[in-house]
């Protein structure tokens, strides 16, 4: 009995590496492996190993397209037990791909039961699911028997399997693929076989082709699902040139009950009385139906599309998406292109030809190299078939001949066989026979020695002979075996032509007319609204133009703080005094019925800063900005609306510096007047005041103690006016204010008498 010392100790296995190096090591392995035998398709048959192992094993099971089907079930079990030893769930996701015609452009497999459907429903469990092979993917194996492709051992190395598919069919860019790798991708799209086939007789008539020359012939993605590709032709050729690019992919307005042709093509549906809908047909590929409606239906509610009253399913066998504007009056051009811009009814997909050539190097391909590679692999189809026939020619003729020699001397075989112990040597040497000539003749039945069948004998060998010739000729001939392809080509294109239901193009690759240009404000209901915003920061609007100087109810120990008159349709600046201003849709303000809302639960306004202004945004307007340290600057009210809540630093502030002035320049205003803490007035020109779109800005006033406390712009020969004291609100106006006018950057001197003693205009 073995004692523990005899035992190896396990920790004797253990090798001291460091770990940076071991890890690296192991995951280059990790990569490489995901990207040659996972995630990349191979150039030659457009198949990941395992879409090809599928495939094989339902070749295996005998699924053809004539044959009964057989359970997913039973599929699946042969493909992850002898084949492919990963989970059975990825598997038949795998195989369900194969067999939705919305996924792929010529479906491979042919599926019975519920495979999934385009509003984005799982298939049923594969015990439930038959399925059988399509005519597509028995062209695909083509020639798996004739020797023109290597096998390779599976993974335990007890059976084998194909190392790439050899048949014609032009998969990858047939159907496409898409796949993450480790550190890279890759994205393809379908397209047209028809198209594909032109463009590779093209390129095998012409090897130094034009990319121009092969846009014309190959238009672009053909997708499963329809639809519209909008781009330019410039931009899809550049694409197809380097092998990276995007395409806009839109959904299809087409109303087949429309009576006008017009209406038909745009999708509009009359319903009388001025009334119409949009029917929607195809929707972009990969969108799941379900989750599109959901999505509009979203922006309904949200009330992010106002002009959009309903959307309805309609859809049978055929997608039709009924969309109802809110009005009759609304623009149809204008509703569309607000669901393109909002929806996922425009998609963009990318295309990324990264694939695997016939050395298994992954390579990002261009159209041209992409076919040029894959002509070059069925060429070598072509000539192992040929080969592979000699071989069998070769061996058919060896017996022929022995079979012909022995009809001419058959009775003296005959004789040699009945007296002979061992015949086979002695016929060997009598009738220079080779060991399979006279096994196969000591083999032949006796029926088989008819005086009709040595004619039948030697019509086969002649027929042997002259196709022996041709394959010879054709294996010495390039351009023998370039016509042969081209040959094999045209039929297959006959199979899948324009004109079949298979082969019909399904997406219009045509630019889109210029986008009807809208804004999201076209989207809103013009309506007046009364914006109130208390002191202590809570906003409300009023629906209407309300009385500015009414008694607005405020929470105990709030106040008001602004208020003024707008349109829903208007953008509201908030300005508060660290600099920063904020940018809020009259729209979205919360109804006057309370107390109104905190502003900063929709800004994101710094809890130390305070909202020195509130004001409506009007295009192309102008501010004066100013700061406590006397210095400001002017900017275009367009250039400082903000796209977020966190609004946009518009003015840099240094210390305990504060935001003070934030005035309208009105036309015709030609100077500005500052006055500070110190009561000093300073008045300059305007054209010295910079605009800017966001900085410290210039030194307006100087000061030796405190700051700016005022600033206004005003026009010099109407004198500046600034409000009196008291109840009566009369306003004076000094015309002889150029006493004060001095340079920019001045310490200036006292105001005029009866300047408010608040040092505010």
């Known amino acids: 009995m073995a004692t523990l010392q005899d035992e190896k100790d396990p920790f004797d296995a253990i090798v001291d590496a460091p770990f940076d190096s071991a890890l690296e090591e192991r995951y280059l392995v990790y990569a490489l492996s995901t990207i040659t035998a996972r995630s990349l398709p191979d150039l030659r048959d457009g198949l990941k190993p395992v879409h090809r192992r599928l495939l094989w094993a339902m070749r295996q099971l005998k699924l053809d397209p004539a044959s009964a089907f057989k359970k997913s079930a039973r599929v699946v ?21 194969l067999a939705q015609d919305f996924a792929l452009r010529y479906p491979l497999v042919e599926g019975q039961g519920n495979f999934g459907n385009i509003d984005g429903d799982n298939a049923a469990a594969y015990r439930y699911t038959e399925a059988r092979m399509t005519k597509t993917a028995l062209r695909l194996m083509e020639g798996l028997d004739e020797g ?46 028809a198209e594909v086939v032109d463009a590779t007789l093209e390129l095998i008539d012409n090897p130094h082709v034009e990319h121009a020359r092969l846009m014309e012939l ?16 410039e931009m899809i050729s550049q694409a197809y040139e380097t092998g990276r690019g995007s395409f806009r992919v839109r959904a299809r307005f087409h109303a087949a009950e429309a009576e006008k042709a017009e209406d038909r093509e745009a999708g509009i549906e009359r319903l009388g ?7 929607v047909s195809e ?183 002259k196709e022996q010739d041709e394959l010879n000729k054709l294996l010495d001939s390039p351009a023998r075996q370039r016509t042969r392809l081209k040959r094999d080509l045209g039929a297959l294109r006959k199979e899948y032509g324009p004109d079949t239901a298979l082969g ?53 120990g709030d106040g008001p703080a602004f208020a003024l008159h707008a349109q829903t349709t208007d953008k509201l600046l908030v300005v508060a005094d660290d600099g920063r201003i904020y940018t809020l849709g009259a729209d979205k303000l919360p109804g006057a019925r309370g107390f109104g809302e905190p502003i900063r639960n929709m800004l994101d306004i710094d809890p130390e800063a305070q909202v020195i202004a509130l004001m409506v945004h009007k295009p192309k307007g102008q501010l004066l900005l100013a700061a406590t340290t006397g ?87 109407d004198g500046l006016s600034w409000t009196m004291g008291g109840e009566t609100g009369r306003t004076r106006t000094e015309t002889e204010i150029w006493q004060w006018k001095v340079a920019r950057g001045a310490a200036g001197r006292l105001p005029p008498q009866g300047f408010p003693k608040d040092n505010r205009f």
Request: charged residues 30%; without cysteine.
């Open 77 to 97: 079990g042969d493909v992850i037990g002898k084949y492919h030893p990963h989970g059975d769930a990825s598997v038949y996701d795998a195989m369900v791909r």
């Open 148 to 193: 023109t492709v290597d096998f390779i051992p599976t993974y335990n190395g007890e059976e084998q399997e194909p190392e790439v598919f050899p048949g014609l069919f032009p998969n990858l860019l047939a159907n496409g693929a898409s796949g993450i790798a480790v550190g890279m991708a890759t994205n393809i799209p379908s397209h047209n076989v």
């Open 218 to 233: 190959f238009q672009g993605p053909d997708f499963a699902t329809g639809g519209l590709i909008v781009d330019s032709p």
């Open 273 to 279: 009385g001025g009334q119409w809908q949009l029917v």
């Open 283 to 465: 929707i972009p590929y990969q969108v799941q139906k379900g989750k599109l409606i959901e999505q509009i239906a979203q922006l309904i509610a949200d009330k992010k599309l106002p002009i959009l009253e309903d959307i309805r399913d309609e859809s049978d066998e055929n997608i039709r998406l009924v969309l109802v504007p809110r009005s009759r009056n609304v623009d149809p051009e204008l509703l569309k292109e607000s669901l393109y811009k909002l929806s996922d009814l425009e998609t963009r997909f990318g295309l990324n030809m990264n694939v695997l050539d016939a050395h298994r190097t992954p390579m990002v391909m261009g159209l041209k190299e992409l076919l040029t590679h894959w002509v070059a692999s069925q060429i070598d189809v072509l000539q192992r078939r040929s080969r592979h026939r000699l071989e069998q020619i070769a061996r058919r003729l060896e017996l022929v001949e022995g079979y012909i020699i022995a009809f001419l001397n058959l009775d003296r075989v005959i004789e040699i066989i009945r007296t002979e112990d061992e015949p086979k040597p002695v016929m060997m040497a009598e009738f220079s026979l080779t060991d399979r000539q006279a096994e196969a003749i000591l083999n032949m039945r006796l029926r088989s020695l008819r005086k009709l069948e040595e004619m039948q004998l030697r019509q086969e060998k002649d027929a042997l002979l």
């Open 504 to 556: 019909r193009r399904r997406t219009t690759v045509a630019e889109a007319a210029p986008a009807v240009e809208f804004s999201m404000d076209a989207m809103i209901e013009k309506e007046p609204v009364t914006v109130i915003l208390s002191q202590k920061g809570w906003i409300r609007g009023a629906k209407g133009h309300v009385d500015l100087a009414g008694d607005f109810k405020f929470k105990e």
């Open 631 to 717: 210095k400001g600057f002017a900017a275009v009210t367009d250039e400082i609306l903000a796209e977020t809540r966190k609004g946009r630093q518009v003015v840099n502030l240094k210390g305990d510096a504060k935001l003070r002035v934030v005035r309208e320049i009105a036309e015709p205003h030609d100077h500005v007047a500052v006055v500070g803490d110190n009561r000093k007035l300073v008045v300059f020109n305007l054209e010295e005041l910079p605009m800017l779109a966001r900085g410290q800005g210039v030194t307006l006033q100087r000061y030796r103690d405190g700051g700016l406390s005022d600033a206004i712009t005003f026009t010099l020969a």
